[in-house]
Every structure is written in structure tokens, then in C-alpha cells.
């Protein structure tokens, strides 16, 4: 193929675009904690205003309570079992409390509000499989609590009045954290089943779905407590079948003994369930080195404690205690490169200035300097049908996924095309496996420049790699290189702006089905 020249290869930004990368300047804790404290400062609007009745000096001692006691908690506990403490989720689980709980100032009602602190703090070291927490604490600590008697958690969020602020932050984490999908399972499920309930018990339709909404937890529910990242299954289609069955156990009366169905009785089950489908427990890794792939890209291997269980094309979320301070806290997301045969576990980061807190603390690590892994997901997956062709379109170091895609042999004897959009010839990364990949690749360097050698185009030097140039790429130009697109499944990886414009591009090009994995800085 010859090189081809067009006005148009830096993608366009676009809403999504631009709302993924304004969105993912944050990490998913940090998100969930604004949302929460934006709706307790709401709440408080809300009382003074009269659309609430609790009173200010009772909910501003609830809140005080709920966050002062969840944090000194969580810091004795990090200190007892000698681990650096996560500030944000113990603040996160103070604000579920507070949600929780009834305001009040009764001395029974305080002493089990601060017992559900207590516990929900201790059950993230208790009730723990290697460093990684079973349920999610602010349920395990409200139940808890609920069978000693001293207080039981009435999930009073769930007021038409917080509906304003709650549907739009609900929908805001969704976003963030990509389980819009898994949220809208559950909801219709559990808003099925109570509609059904309070129909026959003579309600209308249109009563039965806004009582479900409105007067149910239902958004409360989903929004912060069923998606927590960290009590989730590994995989899509496991936490479809979980948030079906937790709407169930959420929605139906039930009785056994001394459990009553509750909410928090629907999490743990469903947090039990999806800790026998998930990664059991933390990994501690050991860094083994560094690998220099480009002059603004580091890669970074890790020797495990025990094997890590991954699909090529998942990520890993890390725990980095060293990070300073920033607005996307301690834990990040990298999609891994390795094979899951392999003995190290691999990932690669852009680091070219300015360095997050994160990508500070990872140059800053040494060989034999210990992290922890926290968790491994995702569907980025190649099609189960080896027959079924694919094009791999990547921005940058959206590379990454695809690497384990071709260090594992996934892609060896199957049709695939991979695109990948560089700036310049020296960001390339991982040059060497694309050349030795055995399948079509195509790169485009914005600036013009020659890709790495073996690269090159296919008219100077003829082999698996095509030369393109330009400033953007449509669906026009996108048609134009891959004729038969609609008949491939189409997997896109970048950047959330990148990976927007190509998802585009791919569809006007005429892709039927187009997978995508974003990456929102670190």
C-alpha cells in the first residue's frame, strides 16, 4: 500500500470526548467521595429549608460522628495490622453511614451508630481474604449492627427530596466507573419485582415504579454500594448475573430466623458471590525492572507473591502507598501486557512530564521494592471464534492490551489488523513485538516521520507495516484502509477523548460492533 496523504489522523474531540477526560482526572474514589459529600451537604440545605425533619445539631452530630470515628478507626486498624491506611475509602464509608443511619442524638441510637463505624472499619481487616476485603464495609458494618439491637440502618437517602442531586450524582459515578450497564440490570429488576409487590397490594403502575424510585434505595443503592470496584467479579457478564440476583434478594421479602431481607443483607450476599468468582486478595509484587520502550513511555515488571489469575486484554488495579497526594488518590488502573503464562507481571506507563503523584512513585521504585495489587478485571477480550476477524485500533499507549493480545498468541492464527496512531516515530512503543507479530500493521505518525524500522511503508520496504501520515482519522479514511471494517469486530484503546473519536470514526466507517477501553490518566 502505498502511503496516503489526507488533511484529516489526531482524532477530534468530541462531548463524550471531553467529559471522559474531564471525568477521569479523577480516580472513582475520589469521584464517589465529592459525589457524597456534595449530597450531604445538600441534605443539610435540605433540613433548613424544611424538606427534612431531622434537625441541624442532629444531623451535623450524625455526620461528625460517622466520619470522625470511620477515620481514627481506620488509622488505629492500619496501624495495628501495619498497612498504610486509605484515607479516602474510610471517608467514603463514613459518608455511606451517615446515609444509613437516622440522625439522632439519643445515646442508643449514637452508641450504634458508632459501633457500625467501628465495625465497618474493622471488617476491612478482619473480614479479609490477603489484604483484600470481602464486603463492603459500610453494609457489613450496618448489619452488624442491626443484630445487636442498638440501632438499624434505614437507608433515609432514599427521599424524594435528595432525588434533584442523587439521580444526576448516581449517574455521575456510573459513568466514572463504566457500569452503567450493571446499574441498569439491578435497577430494572429490583424496581420490577417492588412494582409487582406493591401492585398487589392495589397500587397503580405509575405509583408502584416512582415508590420503587423515589422511596425505595434503589439509586442510593446501586449508585455507591453494589459498584464498589473492590467487591465486584472480574468480568462483565459475572456482575450482570450478580446485580440480577442482588435485585432479587434486594426487592423480595424474606425470613430466615434471625435475617430479615434489608439491603445491606442483599449486598453481603451478593459481595460473598462475587468474591468466589473473583482474583481472592491483594498480590503483593516485587519490582524486578524497568524496560525504556520510548523516550516518554516505561515499562514496568513485577514479580508476584503467588500467580496472578488474567485474561489477556484485562487490567490491574495497583495500590501505590508512596504517591503523594493528588486528586486521583493512591489506587490506578493499568492494563497488563504480558501473557497469563508468564512468570512476571508486566504494564507500561507514559512518563513523559508532568508526572502525576503516581507515575512519580513508580520511577521512584527500585528493584526489590514491594506495591500491591488490589484487583483484576475487565472484558477488552478477543472474540471467543478464532474465525472472526478483528481490527485493533490504538491511540498511543492504548497499545497496551493488544500487547497482551500478541504476547499470548491470541492473535497468531486469526485475521486481525492492528492500526496504531502515534505523534511522532519515536512514540511507537512496543515496536519490535509489532514487527515480529506476523500480522498487518498499520501506523500513523501524525507528525510525517518514518515509523521504527520494519514499520516502514509498504512501498519503500514491503512487509507487514503501512506508513501513513496526517492530522486526523475519520470514517472516510478509516473505510478506505480497512474495506471490509463492517465484517470485523472493532476493538478501540486510548485515551477517553481518542477513543471517542475513533469509536466514531469506526461506526461511520460502517462497524456493526465496536469494544471499546479507555485510559483516564494517571
Not at 495490622?81 to 443511619?101: D, K, M, N, Q
Request: proline fraction near 7%.
Amino acid at each position: 500500500m502505498s502511503p496516503v496523504e489526507t488533511p484529516h489522523a489526531r482524532p477530534a474531540p468530541s462531548l463524550a470526548g471531553r467529559m471522559g477526560t474531564a471525568v477521569g482526572r479523577f480516580t472513582m474514589y475520589r469521584v464517589v467521595l465529592v459525589v457524597l459529600a456534595v449530597l450531604a451537604a445538600y441534605s443539610l440545605l435540605l433540613n433548613v429549608l424544611g424538606w427534612l425533619t431531622f434537625g441541624i445539631p442532629e444531623m451535623l452530630a450524625h455526620l461528625v460522628l460517622c466520619l470522625g470515628l470511620t477515620y481514627a478507626a481506620n488509622r488505629a486498624l492500619g496501624a495495628l495490622f501495619r498497612v498504610s491506611p486509605h484515607t479516602e475509602s474510610s471517608l467514603i464509608t463514613g459518608l455511606l453511614l451517615y446515609f444509613l443511619f437516622w440522625p439522632s442524638l439519643q445515646p442508643m441510637d449514637l452508641a450504634g451508630v458508632a459501633l457500625a463505624c467501628v465495625l465497618a472499619s474493622a471488617s476491612k481487616y478482619a473480614l479479609a481474604w490477603r489484604g483484600r476485603h470481602i464486603f463492603n464495609p459500610a453494609a457489613a458494618g450496618a448489619f452488624a449492627t442491626g443484630l445487636t439491637g442498638l440501632n438499624i440502618a434505614t437507608w433515609w437517602a432514599a427521599t424524594p427530596a435528595m432525588l434533584w442531586l442523587l439521580v444526576p450524582g448516581v449517574l455521575l459515578v456510573l459513568y466514572r466507573t463504566r457500569k452503567v450497564l450493571m446499574a441498569s440490570v439491578f435497577t430494572l429488576v429490583a424496581t420490577a419485582v417492588i412494582t409487582l409487590e406493591l401492585l398487589r397490594s392495589g397500587m397503580t403502575t405509575d405509583m408502584g415504579i416512582y415508590q420503587a424510585l423515589a422511596q425505595r434505595p434503589v439509586l442510593f443503592f446501586v449508585g455507591f454500594m453494589l459498584t464498589e470496584p473492590l467487591t465486584l467479579p472480574p468480568r462483565r457478564r459475572q456482575q450482570l448475573a450478580l446485580a440480577a440476583v442482588v435485585g432479587v434478594l434486594f426487592a423480595v421479602p424474606w425470613n430466615l430466623g434471625l435475617f430479615a431481607n434489608s439491603p445491606e443483607a442483599a449486598l453481603l450476599a451478593g459481595n460473598l458471590l462475587a468474591f468466589l468468582a473473583g482474583q481472592r486478595g491483594a498480590v503483593k509484587l516485587r519490582l524486578a525492572g524497568t524496560r525504556q520502550l520510548t523516550p516518554a513511555t516505561t515499562e514496568f515488571s513485577f514479580e508476584p507473591a503467588r500467580p496472578v489469575r488474567f485474561l489477556p486484554g484485562q487490567y490491574m488495579e495497583v495500590d501505590l502507598p508512596q504517591a503523594r497526594p493528588d486528586g486521583k488518590g493512591r489506587r490506578r488502573v493499568f492494563s497488563l501486557t504480558g501473557s497469563p503464562g508468564e512468570r512476571l507481571v508486566k504494564f507500561a506507563v507514559r512518563t513523559a512530564g508532568p508526572l502525576s503523584g503516581a507515575k512519580e512513585a513508580l520511577l521512584a521504585l527500585r528493584p526489590g521494592d514491594e506495591m500491591a495489587a488490589t484487583a483484576v478485571g475487565g472484558d477488552f477480550l478477543l472474540p471467543r471464534d478464532p474465525r472472526r476477524p478483528v481490527l485493533l485500533i490504538a491511540a498511543g499507549i492504548g497499545i497496551t492490551p493488544f500487547v497482551s493480545h500478541l504476547s499470548s498468541g491470541g492473535l497468531r492464527d486469526r485475521d486481525a489488523i492492528l492500526l496504531l496512531l502515534a505523534r511522532s516515530a519515536d512514540e511507537v512503543a512496543y515496536a519490535e513485538e509489532l514487527r515480529d507479530s506476523g500480522i498487518r500493521v498499520l501506523v500513523w505518525v501524525a507528525d510525517g516521520s518514518r515509523p521504527p524500522s520494519g514499520l516502514a511503508s509498504a512501498a519503500a520496504n514491503p512487509g507487514p507495516g503501512d506508513r501513513l501520515v496526517g492530522n486526523r482519522l475519520d470514517g472516510e479514511t478509516l473505510a478506505a484502509l480497512v474495506p471490509d471494517i463492517a465484517a470485523r469486530e472493532v476493538y478501540v484503546s486510548g485515551s477517553p477523548a481518542s477513543v471517542a473519536s475513533l469509536r466514531r470514526a469506526a461506526k461511520s466507517a460502517g462497524a456493526r460492533r465496536v469494544r471499546t477501553d479507555s485510559f483516564s490518566g494517571y
